[in-house]
């Protein structure tokens, strides 16, 4: 089973996967059509059983289809959240809290240092600098699963209504969104041609990779810009050249992790990845028993 629309660590080769209707899109839309032998469409709130194991699959708040699983067994309730966010996105259903014994939690962003700011001002940054820099084009980077369709969804509610120029590798990730309801306004392809002039005083959005490529040379004098919560960290967003840092993470910040974990007030938190020394440090204080699984494998930037 596949927990959340974020694929990338569990590719299912010719098993069963059983996911969101979104996931399976998802999936279909990164690796082909073929990407499984079997597939079972499981909605959010709906309850499969296998050997007396019932799994129910509630929202994470992550991306389109992102899913929390609660296993139930003999009385026994697990979550495993996967990746998640508390705040609001326009782009996905919101965060489910489920009462558990056991909650299974993520802590990529787990120092007290990782406090992301409102959406909403963030793009009012970006705006502000458009508005500045009026000769100049401000190329957004942006992972092409949930990140850029959630920029651009801000956008819209901030008031722009103008085209949005998209890379070519975000085409079938925004039509994909589209299709499951979430209006992303007037998109145009990055690679139009014209002179660079065109493209002055507009925003294209991007996969990181292509902001710092010989791709981004096509633009007028552009103003790089990365959206990611690891953009609290200023040295790397001067390591990466970034010009005007977004801080916006699809991943839970501190205060969202404490609070997840205060709420709902678990037998035993265990934390899969991240920072999860500090997390399992705030449990202890909290009389919270946890536990670090140190696993690996896992890439800290990966969906950020």
């Not at 569990?10 to 079997?38: C, K, N, S």
């Not at 992102?66 to 996905?92: E, N």
Request: glycine content about 10%.
């Amino acid at each position: 089973m596949i927990t959340h629309g974020h694929a990338d660590h569990a590719r299912a080769g010719h098993g069963t996967v059983a996911a969101t209707p979104e996931t399976l899109a998802i999936m279909a839309t990164r690796y082909g059509e073929d990407f499984t032998g079997r597939r079972q469409a499981v909605p959010y709130g709906e309850t499969i059983t296998h050997n007396g194991v019932e799994v129910t699959l509630v929202p994470a708040g992550h991306v389109l289809g992102s899913a929390q699983a609660v296993v139930r067994w003999k009385g026994l309730t697990m979550v495993v959240s996967g990746d998640y966010k508390r705040r609001r996105d326009p782009t996905c259903t919101r965060f489910e809290p489920v009462p558990c014994d056991v909650f299974i939690t993520e802590a990529t962003f787990g120092l007290p240092v990782f406090r992301h700011p409102d959406d909403a001002g963030e793009i009012r940054s970006l705006l502000a600098s458009v508005e500045q820099f009026p000769e100049r084009c401000h190329i957004v980077g942006a992972y092409a699963l949930g990140k850029a369709q959630r920029v651009i969804k801000l956008l819209r509610e901030a008031g722009w209504g103008k085209p949005i120029f998209v890379h070519g590798a975000l085409e079938r990730l925004n039509a994909l969104y589209e299709a499951h309801g979430v209006e992303l306004g007037p998109l145009a392809p990055a690679t139009a041609s014209g002179p660079k002039e065109a493209f002055a005083g507009q925003i294209v959005i991007a996969p990181p990779s292509a902001v710092a490529d010989r791709w981004s040379r096509r633009f007028p004098d552009p103003v790089d810009c990365f959206a990611s919560g690891w953009m609290r960290v200023r040295a790397r967003a001067r390591q990466r050249g970034v010009e005007l840092p977004l801080i916006l993470s699809d991943h839970a910040d501190w205060d969202e992790l404490t609070a997840t974990l205060s709420e709902l007030r678990p037998g035993e938190v265990w934390i899969t990845h991240g920072r999860e020394e500090a997390l399992e440090r705030w449990c202890e204080l909290e009389g919270l028993p946890a536990r670090a699984l140190r696993l690996v494998g896992y890439d800290e930037e990966e969906g950020e």
